[in-house]
């Protein structure tokens, strides 16, 4: 793999309210491992002086985690930008929705976007698809990346792997290239 020197790091909601304990009603999540591969991904996009965005969800909705005010609307540790980061507010699951995301990037010269955070069925592959309809090269790191079980349209529960699996095989090809943080951060290095 090769990645442009404008190829920018977007993390996503990768924030205390991803520990509420209602994502995991109906089972355990996916990569439990995924917050520590995005801090490797932060320290060598930091150490490479490359460009980064860490997009943080300020919900508006009453019962959710991710309401400003609270602790789970802080970032998790392995995500928590450094001074002179910029951080990218968002109130949808779409991290280019109403943000200014895209006219950062354009104005930065960006044309490649290397994705990772939460939730691979949600955030991640809203922004994605936005991402790629625009036109960006995206590359999702899909160790990363992480989601939750969930219930199909026919009421079948699917567990974190499977909804994980199929939210990537949604973006593959067409919106992104799925790859591993081994390939990106040898592409880094």
Not at 51 to 60: A, E, G, K, Q
Not at 97 to 124: F, P
Not at 126 to 137: E, K, N
Not at 154 to 169: C, D, I
Request: charged share 20%; hydrophobic share 40%; proline share 5%.
């Amino acid at each position: 793999m090769r990645l442009p020197a404008d190829a920018t790091l977007l993390v996503i909601d990768l924030q205390h309210a991803i520990d509420a304990p209602y994502w995991t009603k109906d089972g355990p999540r996916n990569n439990p491992d995924a917050e520590a591969v995005a801090g490797r991904l932060l320290a060598a996009w930091r150490a490479a002086k490359r460009p980064l965005i860490i997009v943080r969800h300020d919900s508006r909705e009453a019962q959710s985690a991710f309401r400003p005010g609270q602790r789970g609307n802080d970032f998790k540790p392995e995500a928590r930008p450094l001074p002179g980061e910029t951080v990218v507010a968002k109130q949808t699951t779409n991290a280019f929705i109403n943000t200014g995301l895209e006219q950062l990037l354009r104005d930065a010269g960006c044309t490649t976007l290397v994705v990772c955070g939460v939730s691979t069925s949600n955030s991640v592959e809203s922004t994605v698809r936005m991402a790629g309809d625009l036109g960006f090269t995206v590359h999702v790191v899909e160790d990363a990346c992480f989601t939750f079980p969930k219930h199909d349209w026919a009421g079948t529960l699917r567990s974190a792997e499977e909804v994980h699996a199929m939210a990537l095989a949604n973006l593959s090809g067409e919106f992104a290239t799925i790859t591993t943080s081994a390939t990106v951060l040898a592409a880094v290095r």
